[in-house]
T-cell receptor, first 115, second 111 residues
């Protein structure tokens, strides 16, 4: 089946630094990708919709200046957590839709720990 | 978005069938019923989806009630690798194609 690759799988950083997470669709083109955040023992919460060649659409309560999304090609979207703080520590997951099959494929997730 | 209701948790013995229920009484005529599952510390994984007819694939079967207000995901023989949180999601297929995750059902498989 289609594969979405997410990198890195785990990152530990100091407070105040920025972290970039990559999400690639390996064998199909994705004009739209999604970024989710998941806190322990909770469900996935949609953060933003990443649109190729245009600005991302952020969900209510998600700071667009803090969570920068770039979708420069049909196979790559990046999420940059700027000036990370301990409260940003979470499990970040991306997905890409293979719309013709009405299916979304998810990356393996990135566990961010901010010290 | 139309909502779904699932039990918080279920248990099954290994190698026995598992029936995971989902209620979606406010489903619209164009909503697909999707099931995804999330193994511990991993991203969700597509399981199966359907609109009106029952569906089968290599992972599971999906039984959809005639009035479409409920559905059941069937794992024919549970294995330890099936222990996960299972999400039932209604997806209209229109607009931005985003999925809205509820709390899902945590399935435990007992050896």
């Amino acid at each position: 089946g289609a594969v979405v690759s997410q990198h890195p799988s785990r990152v530990i950083c100091k407070s105040g630094t920025s972290v970039k997470i990559e999400c690639r669709s390996l064998d199909f083109q994705a004009t739209t990708m999604f970024w989710y955040r998941q806190f322990p023992k909770q469900s996935l919460m949609l953060m933003a919709t990443s649109n190729e060649g245009s600005k991302a659409t952020y969900e209510q309560g998600v700071e667009k200046d803090k969570f920068l999304i770039n979708h420069a090609s049909l196979t790559l979207s990046t999420l940059t957590v700027t000036s990370a703080h301990p409260e940003d520590s979470s499990f970040y997951i991306c997905s890409a839709g293979q719309l013709a099959k009405n299916i979304q494929y998810f990356g393996a997730g990135t566990r961010l720990s901010v010290l | 978005d139309a909502k779904t209701t699932q039990p918080n948790s279920m248990e099954s013995n290994e190698e026995e069938p598992v029936h995971l229920p989902c209620n979606h009484s406010t489903i619209s005529g164009t909503d697909y019923i999707h099931w995804y599952r999330q193994l511990p510390s991993q991203g969700p994984e597509y399981v199966i989806h359907g609109l009106t007819s029952n569906v089968n694939n290599r992972m599971a079967s999906l039984a959809i009630a005639e009035d479409r207000k409920s559905s059941t995901l069937i794992l024919h023989r549970a294995t330890l690798r099936d222990a996960a949180v299972y999400y039932c999601i209604l997806f209209s297929g229109a607009g931005s194609y985003q999925l809205t995750f509820g709390k899902g059902t945590k399935l435990s498989v007992i050896p």
